[in-house]
């Protein structure tokens, strides 16, 4: 089967690296799989070239809705199997052209569509009819969450049959960890970021945007001067990020984007995350991996994580006094919560595995 995979940017996110999994899993099961860029942000094109992806990088779109970009994709894309596409911009190009295909009585490939959030929804008041628009012209909407299927089926009225739902699959790890693993990965931060590596260190790992609301984890951490926090992850919204750059003490880093996500999430005491929007959380869903205790805000992508089993914390949005009483408590009884991020684990390889996720696409391309 040939394969493309189309998004609008390639930075450093979850769902980047959603396609970076999705790609190089089908890849090894033997199909052809391309992914194909079209605009400016393209910081992880190089990676993906090295680990043995195949990246398409055409001349960036025109500002607004360029149309030069239709007859581009239809040169580049339509002699596919299947073309898969990734959040709503790539719909807005590939669901015209599909609907041409088919008024014409060409040969096309299966379009897929994978919407992995929902914030453009909340951000931009045309988002909404935008999906009422091109949503129906792919043959499978897929969203990582039951919230996301569920504003399918109830807000843009598509019919079930369209609609599935695949949660978020992750690389887990495969290696014993111990606590002298553990102790050597927060030696190693402690080390690399001038960090006492007697003190908790709190990870939150997610791009820089207000959505994910590190803000609240700088200002609420600020009450407790005992604890250090890093705020790892590429900068999405500049103006935000610098704001949040202000706010740096001692005892609270932002250390920019970085790529040794399982030794970072290794050796934190606790990950936490304030966001007030997620799909099926990939930042989550990684430190879970390797045990490490999570506290994360009660939006529904967090408390799907729940639902086979509480392994996790969580904390109402915006709500200081219970996130800090919670952190209070998992630091201090550090043991009892390590025991639940062990059973977390089990449960990202049970239910949350890049293989389980890939198998469950390649059902919806062959159905």
């Not at 079930?160 to 990965?185: E, F, M, S």
């Not at 952190?327 to 991020?341: C, G, R, T, V």
Request: glycine share 6%; proline share 4%.
């Amino acid at each position: 089967m040939r394969i493309i995979h189309v998004a609008q940017f390639l930075g450093i996110g979850g769902l980047e690296k959603i396609i970076y999994h999705l790609a190089h899993e089908q890849q090894n099961r033997g199909h052809s799989v391309q992914i194909y860029i079209y605009d400016h942000e393209r910081t992880w094109v190089d990676y993906f070239i090295k680990s043995g992806l195949q990246v398409i990088t055409p001349v960036l779109k025109k500002d607004g809705y360029d149309l030069s970009l239709l007859k581009r994709m239809n040169e580049d894309l339509f002699l596919a199997d299947i073309i898969h596409g990734h959040d709503l911009n790539p719909l807005m190009y590939l669901g015209p052209l599909t609907l041409w295909k088919r008024l014409t009585f060409q040969k096309r490939p299966k379009l897929i569509h994978t919407t992995h959030g929902l914030d453009h929804i909340e951000n931009y008041p045309r988002g909404k009819l935008y999906q009422h628009i091109f949503s129906r012209l792919a043959d499978k909407i897929i969203g990582v969450s039951e919230k996301i299927g569920k504003f399918y089926l109830e807000d843009i009225k598509l019919s079930p049959n369209k609609i599935v739902v695949i949660p978020n699959g992750i690389q887990t790890y495969k290696k014993t960890i111990d606590h002298k693993l553990r102790y050597n990965q927060k030696l190693w931060i402690a080390k690399r970021h001038g960090l006492d590596i007697h003190r908790p260190i709190i990870l939150s790992l997610s791009r820089i945007v207000p959505l994910k609301d590190q803000g609240f984890l700088i200002t609420a951490l600020k009450q407790r001067p005992q604890y250090q926090l890093i705020i790892a992850g590429p900068a999405s919204d500049q103006n935000y990020y610098d704001q949040l750059k202000t706010l740096e003490d001692e005892n609270i880093l932002l250390i920019g984007p970085q790529d040794q996500v399982s030794e970072y999430n290794m050796g934190a005491d606790l990950y936490v995350s304030a966001s007030t929007h997620e799909g099926i959380p990939v930042a989550v869903l990684e430190a879970m991996a390797v045990e490490t205790p999570c506290l994360v805000s009660e939006i529904p992508g967090h408390l799907t994580l729940l639902t086979n089993g509480s392994y996790i914390e969580t904390f109402p949005i915006g709500k200081a006094e219970i996130f800090l009483e919670k952190l209070d408590l998992i630091l201090n009884a550090s043991e009892k919560f390590h025991q639940n991020a062990i059973l977390a684990r089990k449960q990202v390889e049970q239910y949350y595995s890049v293989n389980k996720m890939v198998d469950e696409y390649l059902q919806v391309y062959e159905s």
